[in-house]
Structures are given as structure tokens and as C-alpha cells.
């Protein structure tokens, strides 16, 4: 998976000149965690909303009429921003935007092409991304089966009788047991009669650990 591929294209930028004050009403506005710094097509740097809202506090905490106003009409974004951000390559994996965010801990990560920003990576994409892998907005059922042995052969073998049954397959991962280590296969389906397949599975002696349910 390439970032380029995943990205959120062309999201939303602020120039370095605009104030705090007009700063915050634009990312109420958005309902967005972080915007771009970006000038004339030049990327400068990064704003959190919560670096703005933490210096809104602070004038307002000091109950001074001139820090206030300060942060108002004086303060800019440029004041704020962070300068130099960690940011990813269109041509990273997204494996590597992963790496890099656990690593520096950012939630958010420009996506950069050359000099050039175009685009963005953050957790909400990632949780989308997982949604969709859940088939969520779909409405679909799941199982989880803990796989023994070969996992490649234990997951031909069970691909083969699910496909015997007539599901409908939509989406079909593995993950690994955070405890144990060991493969489970997540599989979401359509089906008219999900107890029947339920029971299906356990006839053929799988170890099913769960059963996630549509509901209607």
C-alpha cells in the first residue's frame, strides 16, 4: 500500500499570516485537529487546533487585557505553527506512515511531493480505512478463527468450505493474537442465515473465537 494511493487529497491549508483569533474560528469551522501551513503553494509548516486553543487559555487565564488582545489582533499562525514537521513521501508505504507516527508520536502527517504538499495521513484516515476493512457502513457479519498449524494451508481449507456454503465474501484479513501471537483469520460476509453458517464452521471443527453480528 502506497501512500499516494491513500492519502486525503488536496485537505484543507492556512496561510501564516492569518491571526490566532481567525486561525481558530476556521478550524471550528472544519472540525479539523490540524491544517497545513501553506503559503503561495510553499509548504511552511504545521497548526494544531490544541496549540491554539492552549494559547487562547493562557491569555485568557492571565485575566491582562493586553495579552488578550495580543492574541487577538497580534498573534499569527506563523507564531504558533510548528516549523519543519515530520511529513511523508507520496512514493512511502503506508506501513512506513505508521512506523513514523508511532515512532514520533503524530497523529497527523503531511504528505509531501518534492517540495510540494499534497495531501495528508492522519488516525482518522486510518480509521476509516479499518471500517471499510469491517465492512461497518455495509452492515456486514463477521468471524474471527483462530488458525492452527500451517496457516496457509488451514486458510485454503477453510476458504474452500465457506465457498462450498454460498457465503458471499467482502472482506477477508488476518490479524495476530495480542496475547498469544497466533493468526486469527477475520472474514465479513453477507448472509440470509447467519446461525447456520455459525454452526457450519463449528461442524468442521475450526476454533472460532467470535461472531460479530449485523444489526438490522
Not at 503553494?41 to 487562547?56: C, M, P, S, V, Y
Not at 452492515?139 to 474471527?144: A, D, I, T, Y
Not at 465457498?163 to 440470509?192: C, V
Request: net charge positive.
Amino acid at each position: 500500500m502506497i501512500v499516494k494511493n491513500w492519502m486525503r487529497k488536496n485537505p484543507d491549508t492556512i496561510s501564516s499570516d492569518l491571526s490566532a483569533k481567525e486561525a481558530m474560528i476556521l478550524f471550528e469551522k472544519n472540525r479539523l485537529p490540524f491544517m497545513a501551513v501553506v503559503d503561495n503553494g510553499k509548504f511552511r509548516g504545521l497548526i494544531a487546533r490544541r496549540d491554539l486553543t492552549e494559547a487562547a487559555s493562557w491569555a485568557i487565564a492571565t485575566q491582562d487585557i493586553y495579552e488578550v488582545q495580543y492574541f487577538n489582533e497580534k498573534l499569527k499562525v506563523k507564531d504558533i505553527m510548528v516549523r519543519k514537521p515530520v511529513t511523508l513521501s507520496v512514493d512511502d508505504t503506508v506501513e512506513t506512515a505508521l512506523e513514523k507516527g508511532k515512532q514520533f508520536g503524530r497523529s497527523f502527517l503531511p504528505v509531501m511531493d518534492g517540495e510540494t504538499f499534497v495531501g495528508s495521513l492522519s488516525n482518522r484516515d486510518f480509521s476509516h480505512a479499518l471500517s471499510q476493512l469491517l465492512g461497518s457502513a455495509e452492515g456486514l457479519h463477521g468471524v474471527s478463527i483462530e488458525l492452527n498449524g500451517d496457516s496457509k494451508v488451514t486458510i485454503k481449507k477453510i476458504l474452500e468450505d465457506i465457498f462450498i456454503m454460498g457465503l458471499e465474501i467482502k472482506g477477508l484479513f488476518t490479524l495476530k493474537n495480542p496475547d498469544s501471537g497466533a493468526k486469527r483469520l477475520i472474514i465479513r460476509f453477507e448472509a440470509k442465515c447467519l446461525k447456520k453458517i455459525v454452526s457450519l464452521i463449528e461442524e468442521k471443527g475450526y476454533n472460532l473465537i467470535e461472531v460479530t453480528k449485523h444489526k438490522e
